[in-house]
């Protein structure tokens, strides 16, 4: 039983709203997949583009393996702390729902704020998207990773505002389970980013 | 207990056992790489590896993906996108370098 249709039993949804929830669930799956082939070719582009770097600095020069992991350690709690957000709206306790989109919402500020961080200082030190090949590709992927958890955190605080002003109706509940799979594919993106360009880079 | 639209219930063991597996397979490449424990192309290997089944743990234990209770639908789209990705990705490292390659001959 998924998400959507536990809550829909909970609240007595009608027939066809519970098909529009199913059908907005799949369309919604079939997003992050087409999501997943532009990760696929911005990583394709980035492995082809990693040595290009124009007499500039490599990535032996600019990561840092304790900010990629702590930017992992954020993205992989903020993950179960929205899977425990999950499972309270199954058992339909608002006030749950509503600390752990929170919790969820703060580990994922972390992590852009890490990752502004991080971005601003390679622009410092002249290591910008402009200086090469290696670094365009480099922004451009990472950079498209945190514009979406970006848009992520606009999309929880939108829940966690509609769920404080009106509960968990049924259309909160499929607006959360949609979010549920956007954050996870998200994490699952990060995986790819850690261990195509972090890892290698500072190995 | 029957579902539509993605995959089976979720628990709390599920999700408990998923972050535990998937903190165990970004340790140990982040391990590896923080104290140099294997040679170079054995790290990446690992690292290649642990990238893989730590997304099939996050697809199976978070995303709840499972092959008799996920719609037939929702499988194919992701087989279809893993086709692609792996043709993509593949075909352009190919070409790619094969054309350095050649140029540098």
Same mark, same amino acid.
């Given at each position: 039983m998924t998400l959507s249709t536990a809550t829909a039993r909970a609240t007595?949804?009608?027939?066809?709203?519970?098909?529009?929830?199913?059908?907005?669930? *799949? !369309? &919604?799956?079939?997003?992050?997949?087409?999501?997943?082939?532009?990760f696929a070719l911005l990583f394709a582009t980035y492995m082809v583009m990693v040595g290009n770097t124009a007499g500039g600095p490599d990535g032996k020069a600019l990561f840092s393996l304790t900010n990629a992991f702590a930017e992992?350690?954020?993205?992989?709690?903020?993950?179960?702390? *929205? !899977? &425990?957000?999950?499972l309270a709206l199954v058992a339909r306790q608002r006030a749950a729902v509503q600390i752990w989109l929170l919790v969820t919402f703060i580990l994922g500020a972390g992590f852009i704020a890490l990752e502004i961080r991080e971005f601003t200082g390679l622009v410092a030190q002249g290591a910008g998207p402009d200086r090469s090949g290696f670094l365009s590709s480099f922004?451009?992927?990472?950079?498209t990773h945190g514009l979406h958890v970006s848009f992520g955190l606009i999309f929880l605080a939108v829940m966690l505002l509609q769920v404080?002003?009106?509960?968990?109706?049924?259309?909160?509940?499929?607006?959360?389970?949609?979010?549920?799979?956007?954050?996870?594919?998200?994490?699952?993106?990060?995986?790819?980013?850690?261990?195509?360009?972090?890892?290698?880079?500072?190995? | 207990m029957v579902s539509k639209s993605a995959g089976a219930a979720p628990e709390?063991?599920?999700?408990?056992?998923?972050?535990?597996?998937a903190l165990l397979l970004t340790a140990i490449p982040f391990g590896l790489?923080?104290?140099e424990l294997l040679p170079r192309t054995a790290t990446l290997i690992a690292i290649f590896i642990a990238a893989i089944v730590?997304?099939?743990?996050?697809?199976?234990?978070?995303?709840?993906?499972?092959?008799?209770?996920?719609?037939?639908e929702n499988l194919l789209a992701i087989a279809f996108a893993g086709l692609l990705i792996v043709i993509m990705i593949g075909g352009s490292l190919w070409i790619m370098f094969d054309l350095y390659a050649r140029m540098a001959l």
């Open positions: 007595e949804k009608t027939a066809a709203e519970e098909a529009g929830f199913e059908n907005r669930a *799949f !369309g &919604f799956w079939l997003y992050l997949m087409s999501d997943a082939v532009i992992t350690m954020l993205l992989l709690c903020s993950s179960i702390t *929205f !899977g &425990f957000a999950s922004f451009s992927l990472v950079g404080t002003l009106r509960g968990l109706t049924p259309q909160a509940a499929s607006r959360l389970y949609r979010l549920g799979l956007f954050w996870h594919f998200l994490d699952i993106v990060w995986i790819g980013i850690f261990s195509i360009v972090y890892l290698p880079g500072v190995l | 709390l063991r599920s999700y408990l056992t998923g972050f535990c597996l790489v923080a104290f730590q997304i099939l743990v996050h697809l199976r234990y978070f995303l709840h993906l499972d092959f008799t209770e996920t719609p037939r």
